[in-house]
């Protein structure tokens, strides 16, 4: 019985290093305001755990979210206004 062999050549044209691309690294800060609202929140969240909320903590959850819902629209604002074409160009 023959070996069974790939008939083509790899899809990939570089290996893999392990390290993020420029373009991946650009979209990660652009992407910041919203991962640090998040893991706010998620403090916030995981304060709770074992308490029951008081009044301080309900303000620093709802807080919190209103940070990731505004680092959200602000996101998507900005994409938004990426595809936008310019007027009179």
Not at 5 to 21: H, I
Not at 36 to 59: G, K
Not at 74 to 89: H, L, M, R, W, Y
């Amino acid at each position: 019985m023959g070996n069974i062999v790939a008939v083509q050549a790899g899809v990939t044209t570089a290996p893999f290093d392990g390290e993020p691309s420029g373009a991946e690294l650009d979209a990660i800060e652009a992407e910041m305001p919203l991962i640090s609202a998040e893991v706010e929140l998620l403090d916030a969240q995981i304060m709770i755990l074992d308490r029951t909320p008081s009044e301080v903590d309900e303000r620093r959850i709802r807080r919190a979210r209103r940070k990731v819902l505004a680092a959200r629209r602000e996101i998507a604002n900005q994409s938004a206004t990426a595809f936008v074409p310019e007027v009179g160009a």
